[in-house]
């Protein structure tokens, strides 16, 4: 599966963006996809996960501000975040889970959120 992250730009603190994932094929067959982040000189981690029955976690930091979300229908896997801060500043990539570990990922999208 090829898959496409879209959405990022620049925000200010306190306001929103909605990135998008689009898997070129169905991602039914995926249990886990998830939303990771890299920011400058730090390792990528992971920001949030939706499973196949739409079980959802989130890393601390984006606790109530961020919501994952999925659409089969549409091969689309969605991360709104709220309430953006600058530390929420990165390269977002999405990826695609083989039995627990990413097997694909997006080619990222740059967040910016600016003070």
């Known amino acids: 599966v090829q898959l496409q992250a879209s959405g990022g730009g620049l925000a200010q603190a306190g306001g929103s963006l909605r990135l998008s994932c689009a898997a070129s094929?169905?991602?039914?067959?995926?249990?886990?996809i998830g939303w990771y982040r890299q920011a400058p000189g730090k390792q990528r981690e992971l920001v949030a996960a939706i499973r196949s029955d739409d079980s959802t976690n989130y890393a601390d930091s984006v606790k109530g501000r961020f919501t994952i979300s999925r659409d089969n229908a549409k091969n689309m896997v969605y991360l709104q975040m709220n309430s953006l801060k600058p530390e929420d500043t990165g390269v977002y990539y999405c990826a695609a889970y083989l039995r627990s570990a990413p097997a694909a990922w997006g080619q990222g999208t740059q967040v910016t959120v600016s003070s």
């Open positions: 094929r169905s991602i039914r067959g995926f249990p886990t």
